[in-house]
């Protein structure tokens, strides 16, 4: 770590102390800062699940669907039920934007 983020960690940890011992109360925060803050945690969300989603579509497992397989084979060689099916990588991409979408409205570009 260098000097500068040393004393920058210092000065955060004496400012809280003071906060704490001194009973000085600390910054408040307005609510437009808070939305701003939920807004850009819900646009990281997105932007890392969707780049996920996306490489799982352009370059599918063939051993998840060989593993879903053998467990349909599986379950009926038991009597049960059918096994789970093959989910297509497009619907779980798509069912990302769609609920990433709702998250963060209309207004935002990354909404539409």
């Known amino acids: ?32 800062f808070m939305e701003m803050e939920k807004k850009v945690d ?12 996306t490489t799982e579509y352009l370059q599918p497992n063939p051993a998840t669907r060989a593993k879903l397989s053998m467990m349909s084979s599986m379950s009926k060689i038991r009597g049960g039920e059918k096994g789970p099916g093959y989910t297509q990588t497009e619907t779980v991409l798509g069912e990302a934007m769609q609920k990433f979408g709702r998250e963060l409205g209309d207004e935002s570009n990354f909404g539409n």
């Open 1 to 32: 770590m260098s000097v500068a983020g040393l004393k920058k960690q210092l000065h955060k940890a004496t400012q809280k102390v003071s906060e704490k011992v001194g009973g000085a109360e600390g910054t408040k925060l307005d609510n437009d």
């Open 42 to 53: 819900i646009t990281s969300r997105a932007v890392l699940d969707i780049m996920t989603k």
